[in-house]
């Protein structure tokens, strides 16, 4: 070996633990998106095991006035007269884009929302409601898991924009 080859294998090892960390980083944003993105299709669907299964087993859903509190209440809000009647009139939960952050074996997610409902008497659709989400995640054995959502909707009141602002100004 010469003076720079051992110089050169540092220099490679040092770039193949960056390129790990960088991907393990988008991995593990990818696994938030699909999970936050896949909300939708399964409320939608009333697939009320996949829904449960995206939080933990204690994980809390806060949509002002109803809190959900474990998966048993989250299977049965899908389950639910009133859910049920949503979706076979026709519904769609829409996720907006995600802001994502990741500290270590923690998450946060920040997202709009709206409900769509088909709307015959319009020939067509209307928003019912838009919303703006946090989601709080923690790393498990089987990956991500949602631990809290909150959903507030936007109505001008302060809570659905200070969801918002949290995402963006570390000092909100």
Do not use: C
Not at 19 to 39: C, H, K, N, P, S
Not at 150 to 158: E, I, P, S
Request: proline share 3%.
């Amino acid at each position: 070996m010469t003076d720079s080859q051992p110089d050169r294998l540092g220099v490679l090892e040092a770039r193949l633990e960056q390129t790990e960390r960088r991907l393990a980083a988008a991995e593990d944003q990818l696994a938030l998106w699909r999970i936050v993105a896949g909300y939708g299709p399964a409320v939608d669907s009333g697939s009320a095991e996949v829904t449960a299964q995206m939080w933990t087993e204690d994980g809390v859903y806060d949509t002002y006035p109803v809190v959900l509190n474990g998966r048993d209440a989250l299977r049965g809000m899908v389950h639910g007269e009133r859910h049920q009647a949503l979706i076979h009139a026709g519904a769609a939960h829409l996720m907006g884009l995600p802001h994502i952050a990741v500290d270590g074996d923690r998450a946060v997610v920040t997202n709009y929302s709206q409900l769509v409902l088909n709307a015959p008497d319009q020939n067509g659709y209307r928003i019912w409601r838009t919303g703006s989400n946090r989601w709080e995640f923690i790393r498990t054995d089987e990956g991500w898991k949602v631990t809290h959502r909150w959903n507030r909707q936007l109505d001008g009141t302060d809570e659905g924009r200070d969801i918002l602002a949290r995402a963006v100004d570390p000092e909100a």
